[in-house]
């Protein structure tokens, strides 16, 4: 269902929208550049609010934002009880179509009910920064493949140097030496290069002036961890059987302990996915909150006296982000290789014996 705005609430929704937000605007438009600006604002906010107001800059937005000015605002998508799909092209669209609003977190809400839609399908900050740099690491391997296919032989070059040194020492290095099997590595090629890059490309992109880093929301670790928990349950099953796969639950117990080893391997294969999901929020998360910390001093305490400190530190940081931003990269690809290895056990060792 595409909803069209039928009618004009625009008064009552900026009032409403108004209060959610503790705002001073008076009209739709000033509640519309309150929500969607003065977010950004520090002016008005209180010295205590300070480190609470910049820890939120690094969550969703439904806009595009460069440091405090406004780009441009992004699709909503909302399903309201599995049944009814509304599109609107912008923040102000769904305001005033009397049948959205948002609460205190900016999260869209009911207008009549007050309760969060079925299913919000919104573009966010987040998502479209993921599809730029999905669109920036396929253009950079697509580009050195181009120039592997031309150098027919050649000392590679450029881009192509680049992406070939980093692809031989992912193969080499992490992928063959801790699946354990050069079949099952081979095929799972595309996927570890794959999953180096785009979190890699996260982490750096985060880094460029106001930008953010998807990889520090947790709900993109989390579908990485879940991917990677696929790949390897089902990697293990296709190379070892399903019958193997299950035996691997007792960890190596007589079958009457049954009862107690399954659960407890269940937990383990469980806790792996979670670890990464974790782990890389954590990490990528942590430098943000530093950084952002260092620069509050300077308004929490409304003088310069403290911008040298905060700057000195702050570029140290900015310089361990960036180091932390291959490591956690490397680290994810790394531990997802292992676990593949651990799920394959036996049958990798038997594999590597019979070459």
């Not at 676990?339 to 038997?350: K, R, S, T, V, Y």
């Amino acid at each position: 269902m595409y909803t069209i705005p039928a009618e004009n609430l625009l008064a009552d929704q900026s009032e409403h929208h108004k209060d959610a937000h503790d705002t001073s605007s008076t009209s739709h438009s000033d509640a519309h550049s309150s929500s969607a600006h003065d977010s950004h604002d520090l002016s008005n906010v209180p010295k205590e609010q300070v480190f609470e107001h910049l820890l939120g800059e690094l969550g969703d937005h439904h806009g595009l934002y460069w440091g405090p000015y406004h780009i441009a605002d992004l699709p909503h998508m909302v399903y309201t009880n599995g049944t009814e799909f509304y599109y609107y092209p912008n923040t102000k669209a769904l305001l005033e179509s009397g049948k959205f609003t948002f609460d205190k977190k900016h999260q869209i809400i009911s207008t009549a009910t007050q309760e969060k839609p079925w299913f919000d399908l919104s573009i966010t900050n987040l998502v479209f920064y993921q599809w730029v740099v999905m669109l920036i690491v396929f253009f950079v391997l697509i580009t050195a493949g181009r120039k592997a296919k031309k150098a027919k032989g050649d000392a590679p070059k450029g881009v192509h140097n680049l992406i070939e040194v980093v692809a031989v020492y992912i193969r080499d290095e992490v992928v063959m030496q801790n699946v354990g099997s050069k079949k099952v590595g081979e095929r799972l090629m595309p996927y570890f290069l794959g999953l180096f890059f785009f979190i890699l490309g996260a982490n750096l992109f985060g880094l460029l002036p106001g930008m953010h880093t998807y990889t520090g929301a947790i709900g993109v670790t989390a579908a990485l961890a879940i991917t990677a928990f696929v790949i390897i349950n089902l990697t293990a099953i296709k190379e070892a059987g399903i019958k193997a796969w299950l035996h691997h639950l007792l960890g190596g117990a007589p079958a009457w302990l049954a009862p107690i080893m399954i659960p407890i391997e269940i937990v383990g294969l469980i806790t792996k996915p979670f670890a990464l999901t974790v782990r890389l929020f954590a990490n990528m998360t942590a430098g943000h909150i530093i950084l952002l910390s260092l620069v509050g001093l300077i308004l929490f305490f409304k003088s310069l006296v403290w911008a040298p400190i905060a700057v000195s530190f702050s570029v140290f940081i900015y310089f361990l982000e960036l180091l932390v931003a291959f490591l956690q990269a490397y680290i994810f690809t790394l531990l997802t290789a292992v676990f593949i290895g651990l799920a394959l056990g036996d049958h990798a060792h038997e594999e590597h014996a019979h070459h």
